[in-house]
C-alpha cells in the first residue's frame, strides 16, 4: 500500500500552508489558536479519496504533514512577538521574513529531531497512560474514510458560510463589523452609555470551538495560582448611578475599606486599579495615579455649541447628583475600578466613564485624561439597602 508519495507531501504542504496562515491570523488577532489536525483529516480522506485516490496510509501522510505546518506557525507567532517586546526596538528590523523563514525551518527541523528518540517512549510504550485524544480522533477519522460517507459536508458548509458572511461584511459593508448600541444623551438612567462587540467568521469559529468556559477564562484574564469560577447573585441595583451589589458565593475574598465621601475636597489625591484595554489587552491590573480636580454635577460636556438646548444645559448647570472629576488617565476597560485614597486604602468611589475627545478609538491613542467617579456614599446607601 502506498504511503511516502509525492501526492501526499504536495497535499500536505498544502494544508499545512492554508491552515498555518490562518492560524497566525487568529493568533495575532484573538490571542490563540485552535487545532486544525482533525479537520485536515476530515479534507484529507475527503478529497484525498475522491479526487486523488490516496490510501490510509497516504492520508496519514497529508495529515501529519499539514498538522505540522500549522503547528510551526502557531509557535512562531507565539515566540517572536515575544522576542520584539524584549529587544531594544531598533532592533525589529532584525526579525525580518527571511529571519523568521529561517528560525521557523530550523525550529521545525528541531522539533522533529527531539520527537524521533521520544516517539517510542511516549507514544508506543505509554499508549495507555497518554492517550492523546487529538491523535486518536485523527486515527478514527483516517479509518472511518476508509468505509466511506461524506464526513467533509459540514467543514464545507462552514467554509461557505463564512465567506458568504465575510464578503457582505468586509466588501459589500452589509453587515457592521462592530455592531453597537448607545443610549442617548437625555437617557435617566443610562447617559450615553454604549454596548458593542465585533462578530466576524473568525470569532465565531473561535468562540463555537473553545466554548463558553475557555472564553469565560480569557475574558476574566489570568491568576498567580488559577482561574476559579463563582456564581454571583445581584442583591440591589441602582440604575441612577449605574451601580451594583453582587453577592458572590464560595469562601470570602480580601475586601476594601469604603469611606463616606462626603468629606473629598478638590485636591484630593487618588489612585484607581483596573484591567483596562491597552498594550496588555486587559489582561493585567494596572493602577494609575491623579487627583479628584472638581466635584461637579453629572454630566458629559458637549462637543458643539449646536448640541445645546435648554434641558441638555439644565442637565449641565444642575445633573441628577455630584460626582467626582478626576485627573487622571482612564481606559476602557477601567469602568467599575475602585478609586481609593492612596494614604489609606479606603475607597472613595467607583469609575464610571471617561471623556473621550473624538472617535471611539482615540480613547486608546489620544486619552483625555479628564474621568468621572460615582462617589462611594452612592455604593455605602446600595450595600446598606441590600442589607
Known amino acids: 500500500m502506498k504511503e511516502f508519495t509525492v501526492k501526499a507531501i504536495v497535499m500536505g ?4 500552508i492554508l491552515f498555518g496562515a490562518a492560524t497566525v491570523y487568529l493568533a495575532l488577532k484573538a490571542g490563540l489558536t485552535v487545532s486544525a489536525s482533525i479537520p485536515i483529516a476530515v479534507l484529507a480522506i475527503t478529497l484525498g479519496r475522491k479526487l486523488f485516490k490516496t490510501t490510509i496510509l497516504e492520508n496519514n501522510i497529508i495529515q501529519t504533514t499539514g498538522s505540522a505546518g500549522e503547528s510551526i506557525a502557531a509557535g512562531v507567532v507565539f515566540t517572536l512577538p515575544g522576542f520584539l517586546f524584549l529587544s531594544n526596538p531598533d532592533s525589529a528590523e532584525y526579525f525580518n521574513y527571511l529571519t523568521i523563514l529561517t528560525l521557523a525551518i530550523f525550529g521545525g527541523i528541531l522539533g522533529t529531531l527531539m520527537m524521533i528518540p521520544l516517539r517510542r517512549a511516549l507514544i508506543v510504550k505509554e ?3 497518554l492517550p492523546y485524544p487529538e491523535g486518536t480522533a485523527c486515527a478514527s477519522v483516517l479509518k472511518a474514510g476508509e468505509k466511506g460517507g461524506d464526513f467533509a459536508k459540514t467543514a464545507f458548509y462552514g467554509v461557505g458560510v463564512a465567506a458568504v458572511y465575510a464578503f457582505l461584511q468586509k466588501i459589500l459593508h452589509f453587515v457592521a463589523e462592530t455592531p453597537e448600541y448607545m443610549t442617548r444623551q437625555a437617557n435617566k ?3 450615553s452609555a454604549k454596548v458593542s462587540g465585533e462578530i466576524t467568521p473568525e ?11 475557555i472564553a469565560g477564562v480569557l475574558v476574566a484574564g489570568p491568576s498567580a495560582d488559577k482561574v476559579e ?13 449605574d451601580l451594583a451589589v453582587l453577592k458572590i458565593g464560595g469562601a470570602p475574598l480580601p475586601a476594601l475599606q469604603i469611606r463616606n465621601s462626603d468629606g473629598v475636597k478638590e485636591g484630593q489625591p487618588i489612585m484607581f486599579t483596573g484591567f483596562p484595554i491597552g498594550a496588555a489587552i486587559g489582561l493585567f491590573p494596572a493602577t494609575h495615579r491623579g487627583i479628584v480636580s472638581s466635584i461637579t454635577p453629572i454630566a458629559i460636556p458637549q462637543a458643539r455649541s449646536a448640541e445645546l438646548d435648554p434641558k441638555t444645559i439644565r442637565r449641565l448647570t444642575t445633573g441628577t447628583f455630584p460626582i467626582f472629576q478626576l ?9 467599575g475600578s475602585p478609586v481609593f485614597d492612596p494614604a489609606t486604602g479606603e475607597v472613595l468611589g467607583v469609575i464610571n466613564m471617561v471623556f473621550v475627545k473624538g472617535t471611539k478609538e ?3 491613542t489620544q486619552p483625555s485624561g479628564i474621568t468621572y467617579a460615582i462617589p462611594s456614599k452612592f455604593l455605602q446607601d446600595l450595600v446598606q439597602k441590600a442589607r
Open 13 to 16: 504542504s498544502i494544508f499545512g
Open 127 to 129: 499508549h495507555e497512560s
Open 189 to 191: 438612567y443610562f447617559p
Open 203 to 213: 470569532y465565531l469559529g473561535v468562540g463555537y470551538i473553545i466554548g463558553p468556559k
Open 229 to 241: 469560577f463563582r456564581e454571583a447573585k445581584q442583591v440591589a441595583v441602582d440604575p441612577g448611578s
Open 327 to 335: 485627573d487622571a488617565t482612564a481606559y476602557p476597560g477601567n469602568s
Open 362 to 364: 482615540t480613547a486608546l
